[in-house]
């Protein structure tokens, strides 16, 4: 393969703690150098030069917590198509979760999820295997098996597992095996047949309310249990003031403990769910705008960890329903990066450290390649136009399922370029 160098790039590898000016050498599948102290090294004969001037360069993205519908709903969403939406939003690797039909819970179906990744993908996708035998809570998979067969987490994916045993053997059985548990906490009986955050605004539109307490119980259950068994356990998605306390609290008292939260969850509040914009219908809810401020306080001070896209497709069937009827979930691997920028712009998040909680520590969490533009490291990286407005649109939406809570949104920061092993899977003058 070719050797491409990228010169005069803003380089930003929170890896090493770089945000500088320099050059990034890609020889083959691997990066050769990278930095400040490789913009006098000049190109070997033959090189594609590319000038980046006023442009940066990231490790490519790494999504912990993607939802595709390939097994048994490919009408939403391919695992290629998944890919192809990635590659546009700057992620290089994806963490698919295992609710499918059938669900991930067997090595038959790591295994049938990684060849359909490697014959059909153009980003890395890596399954996460359930925690329990079709998501019901109840009978434990083979975690050992599955670990073997390539599965990266264990996670119950959409479901949160209400019996305490039961996630006490899942977080012992994982710390033998070297994996995290992820889990998406939300108590069925106090949400009931809630569909959007209490409050008073969920009163104004009659529609009925789901308490904060209903994330908070089971995820104290479950930090809780993470104290007792050592085990490694990440809480997926919190949205609330009240859990960032809780996991601040067990991290304090060294639980082996991690915590993501959606994109959405950072960028929105309840009030864009206007008059009943079924696309805004989440899980958890769209919360208030003071559980926002503070789930990006949680991720400027560390409590949070990683930022994910929870992109979950759903097909017009499932979503042009009354609010209350509507499925949850809406599609993000492409407006990511975009809205994510939105906290640099703002001053909110350092640059650096957005790029860490998107890229590095995602690729760390789950042991993962990636997440670096370190000498040695996969080619695995975004060339982004940090300033370049742009508008999302229906039209331009490349995954299957259209159901944006972005859509018509105006975010600054584009992706022109998304490498995989030094492969070019994404050129925005190709793609748009």
């Excluded at 150098?33 to 000038?51: I, K, L, M």
């Excluded at 119950?156 to 597992?161: C, M």
């Excluded at 990511?336 to 998040?349: K, M, S, V, Y």
């Excluded at 809570?405 to 793609?431: D, H, I, M, P, Y």
């Amino acid at each position: 393969m070719s050797v491409t160098v990228f010169q005069h790039a803003r380089i930003v590898d929170p890896s090493r703690g770089i945000d500088e000016t320099g050059t990034v050498i890609v020889d083959g599948k691997k990066i050769v150098a990278s930095g400040a102290s490789a913009s006098n090294q000049g190109a070997p004969e033959g090189a594609t030069v590319v000038d980046c001037r006023g442009k940066a360069i990231i490790p490519g993205l790494v999504d912990g917590r993607v939802f595709i519908g390939e097994p048994g709903g490919e009408h939403r969403e391919t695992i290629a198509s998944a890919s192809l939406a990635a590659a546009a939003g700057g992620v290089t690797s994806i963490v698919m979760m295992p609710d499918t039909d059938p669900v991930i819970d067997n090595v038959a179906l790591v295994e049938f999820v990684l060849r359909a990744a490697r014959d059909t993908a153009l980003v890395n996708v890596f399954p996460a295997a359930a925690i329990t035998k079709g998501l019901e809570g109840r009978e434990m998979t083979e975690f050992g098996l599955l670990r073997e067969a390539g599965a990266v987490a264990f996670t119950d994916g959409r479901h949160t597992i209400s019996n305490a045993l039961t996630m006490r053997r899942a977080l012992t059985y994982a710390r033998d095996f070297g994996a995290v548990v992820a889990h998406e906490t939300q108590d069925r009986d106090l949400a009931s047949s809630g569909v959007m955050n209490e409050g008073l605004y969920a009163s104004w539109l009659g529609l009925p309310g789901i308490p904060r307490e209903a994330e908070a119980i089971p995820l104290e259950r479950d930090l809780m249990l993470a104290r007792l068994t050592r085990g490694a356990y990440h809480a997926a998605k919190i949205s609330t003031e009240m859990s960032a306390e809780a996991v601040a609290r067990a991290k304090g008292d060294g639980a082996n403990v991690t915590a993501g939260v959606s994109i959405n969850h950072l960028s929105l509040n309840e009030n864009d769910v206007g008059e009943y914009r079924t696309f805004f219908r989440l899980s958890p809810p769209l919360r208030a705008e003071d559980d926002r401020l503070a789930m990006v306080e949680a991720l400027r001070n560390g409590t949070v960890d990683i930022i994910v896209s929870s992109h979950d497709p759903q097909d017009v069937d499932t979503k042009r329903l009354p609010f209350a009827d509507a499925a949850d979930g809406a599609i993000g691997l492409e407006t990511l990066l975009g809205a994510a920028l939105r906290l640099h712009h703002n001053d909110e998040i350092p640059l650096i450290r957005l790029v860490e909680a998107l890229s590095t520590a995602p690729a760390k969490l789950f042991g993962l390649p990636g997440g670096t533009l370190k000498p040695g490291a996969p080619a695995d990286l975004a060339l982004v136009d940090l300033e370049e407005p742009w508008i999302v649109s229906e039209a331009g939406i490349r995954s299957r399922s259209k159901n944006t809570c972005f859509e018509g949104a105006r975010l600054q920061g584009k992706v022109l370029q998304t490498l995989v092993a030094g492969r070019t899977v994404f050129s925005a003058q190709a793609g748009d």
